[in-house]
């Protein structure tokens, strides 16, 4: 019989009345188990248990905080092999990703314990003689954090933990897609000493459980990393209570290839950054901006580059590209490929595959004779689809760059330090990469962008205390007993 995971809501699995398969896009014969599908009134019951354990958890020593976040971390560290085998059969990137991604939860959990007891404040001498005043960090409250399913561990991590850190009590809600790591991450703190109430895990669907989560005047922040729809929908529904929100949304992230790039380089950074877990981040680079110098070499050498890419079961040795995450996401992808076609792009690569499982398998796309006014380049298709724009030189391609709506992630490949260090100013996105993809970030430094891809304090590194924790300022009169 296929096992059953619970909610988890004040300490407790809480089951639910129907339960939700969780499919193997690899093989989708492959149920790894059914996990609950939660209801309104569980998530008005997890926001009660965070909201009853808060003062509990703002008021922990932490020396607590911190060992709760470390023991958690060595678990899911010492466990990377298992957890990093369900994460690939969950939502199909390649066992190196995935194990690499549980890894790196295990570090963010790390270094956030370390956090916990650097949550140092300030002390100035007050304008008024003899009166001291001090600036301390509280903990912002209930958080409610809504992840995406394309980093089943590591963005969840990335928010409780520091979530945790700062003594905030959270209500989870991971995608419907990818609840097996959820599950056992929070499990994995719950048994590492977190005191009941201050997890809540309510794995349902976003319509259902969403609205409590964001609407609900007892939630203090909700940190969300989704679609950009979805993210308007949670500021308008925020509003009301003037709950204060973290989102990350989309990319359309530029790869800039100049005429004096190394062309090895510049393919390999292309490939991971396009292509690396099947196009589907946040932070891949959608849109490769090429000189004209350089263009027709390196689009002939990334073709072949790509075209010998292995595209198998996630879990396979030596698979360098899994499925995509489902069949709605495979259509989506195949629809934006027709729409670059009927717009007058050359599609090469992009068709189904078969393979001795069934899977959503796609080979990798990448469409040449592209405009950046073109549907391709301004839609985040969230697939293994990547366009070639073809410039006249390095003043187009960085206008070209900047051209979009959104401001996450950009990169250039050039041996040239003028021409990086021009580019690293003058971009407009929230992180700049010289000679290395625009996906794959380091845990430890802030992440975010502009305009359509980020709203609010940036997540992530030290940087994260900024949304997790409110400022107070103290007056203390010279003599007070
Ligand atoms: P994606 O395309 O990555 O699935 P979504 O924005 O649809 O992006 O989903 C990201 C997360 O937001 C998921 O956990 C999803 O369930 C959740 N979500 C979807 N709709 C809502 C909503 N109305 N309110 C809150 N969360 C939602």
């Known amino acids: 019989m296929t096992s059953r995971r619970s909610n988890i809501i004040g300490g407790r699995d809480v089951a639910s009345e129907q339960w939700t398969p969780n499919v193997n896009p690899s093989d989708t014969s492959d149920v790894i188990a059914e996990y609950a599908h939660g209801s309104s009134s569980d998530a008005e019951e997890a926001v009660g248990a965070a909201r009853d354990a808060l003062s509990g958890w703002a008021f922990a020593s932490p020396q607590q905080r911190a060992d709760v976040l470390d023991r958690g971390a060595n678990e899911v560290i010492r466990r990377a092999d298992e957890l990093g085998e369900l994460l690939a059969r969950e939502e199909g990137k390649t066992l190196p990703e995935a194990r ?10 790390k270094y956030h314990g370390g956090q916990a007891l650097r949550n140092a404040g300030e002390i100035i001498d007050s304008v008024r003689p003899g009166l001291e005043v001090t600036m301390t960090r509280e903990p912002l409250g209930v958080v409610s954090v809504i ?22 009590t959270v209500v989870f809600k991971p995608a419907e897609l990818v609840p097996g790591c959820a599950w056992e991450q929070a499990d994995i703190l719950r048994r590492a000493g977190l005191p009941e109430g201050v997890l809540n895990l309510v794995m349902g669907t976003g319509r ?6 964001t609407g609900s005047a007892d939630v203090d922040g909700v940190s969300f990393t989704g679609s950009v729809t979805t993210g308007e929908g949670i500021l308008a529904t925020t509003t009301p209570h003037r709950t204060r929100v973290q989102l990350e949304m989309g990319g359309k992230n530029p790869l800039v290839v100049l005429d004096d790039a190394d062309l090895d380089v510049a393919v390999d950074v292309a490939l ?54 489902n069949a709605s996401q495979l259509e989506q992808d195949e629809r934006y490929l027709a729409v670059a076609r009927d717009e007058g792009g050359e599609v090469r690569g992009g068709e189904r595959l078969k393979r001795p499982t069934a899977g959503h398998y796609l080979a ?51 041996r040239s330090l003028a021409a990086a260090s ?15 993809p625009t996906a794959g970030v380091d845990y430890h430094v802030p992440f975010g962008g502009r305009r359509a891809s980020s709203c609010g304090p940036r997540e992530q590194g030290s940087y994260a205390r900024d949304f997790f924790t409110v400022v107070k300022t103290s007056y203390v009169a010279p003599g007070s007993p």
Not at 299 to 311: C, G, H, P, S
Not at 393 to 411: I, M, R, Y
Request: glycine residues 10%; negative net charge; proline residues 5%.
């Open 100 to 109: 690499g991604e549980v890894l790196r939860a295990g570090q963010i959990l």
């Open 147 to 168: 992840t995406p399913w394309n980093f089943p561990i590591a963005i969840p991590a990335w928010k409780i933990a520091p979530a945790l850190a700062y003594g905030n």
């Open 208 to 213: 259902e459980v969403g609205p409590v989560l």
């Open 272 to 325: 991971q950054g396009a292509f690396g877990a099947t196009g589907q981040r946040c932070t891949a680079s959608s849109r490769l901006v090429v000189t004209d110098g350089i263009h027709d070499r390196f689009v002939a050498a990334l073709t072949d580059a790509m075209q010998a890419w292995r595209v198998g079961d996630a879990r396979d040795d030596g698979t360098q590209m899994g499925p995509v995450v």
């Open 364 to 414: 990798p796309a990448l469409v040449v004779g592209t405009t950046n006014t073109m549907t391709v380049n301004r839609d985040e298709v969230f697939g293994p689809v990547a366009a070639v724009i073809r410039v006249a030189d390095f003043e187009e391609a960085l206008a070209v760059a900047n051209d979009t709506e959104f401001g996450l992630s950009s990169g250039i490949v050039t």
């Open 422 to 436: 021009h580019f690293r100013r003058h971009s407009t996105a929230g992180m700049v990469m010289v000679n290395v």
